[in-house]
């Protein structure tokens, strides 16, 4: 309806306006179905929101989310006691300890907490100045 309502008042001819919604209403229901499936169903504006905190979670989806990243955590344990494939074994890289993924989702976890903090106080500029000068980067 957007589409011909649009075409039909920008060119004044009905017609016109009714074979732009011939072609923009299947194209909107394929990008709508196409996303759909992509995110399974929830959408992106709930979980970007949620992701970013802006958005508060009920109990249970919030005791959900914590019992599937303890069982994530307890995977990762787990296989970082296993040793390297051969293939990987020559690369010279190491699997983080339990303890060192704990560390640095923490401190991205504050980075990210105080960079939405000092965006929300003054600005996208302002909070990763303010991140730089936290990790001793300096300036531009």
């Known amino acids: 309806m957007a589409g011909y309502a649009l075409t039909?008042?920008?060119t004044g001819s009905r017609p016109r306006g009714a074979g732009a919604a011939l072609v923009a209403a299947p194209a909107a229901a394929?990008?709508?179905?196409?996303?759909?499936?992509?995110?399974?169903?929830?959408?992106?504006?709930?979980?970007t929101l949620e992701r970013i905190g802006l958005l508060d979670l009920d109990a249970e989806?919030?005791?959900?989310?914590?019992?599937?990243?303890?069982?994530?955590?307890a995977a990762a344990v787990e296989a970082a006691g296993q040793p390297l494939p051969w293939y990987l074994s020559w690369l010279p890289m190491r699997r983080l300890t339990p303890d060192e993924v704990v560390a640095h989702r923490a401190r991205k976890g504050a980075e990210f907490r105080a960079a939405r903090d000092a965006a929300a106080a003054g600005g996208l500029w302002a909070a990763v100045e303010k991140a730089r000068d936290e990790r001793g980067e300096g300036g531009r």
């Open 8 to 10: 039909a008042i920008h």
């Open 30 to 47: 394929a990008a709508h179905t196409g996303l759909d499936w992509a995110t399974q169903g929830r959408g992106v504006l709930r979980p």
């Open 61 to 73: 989806t919030r005791a959900a989310k914590e019992a599937a990243a303890t069982a994530a955590h």
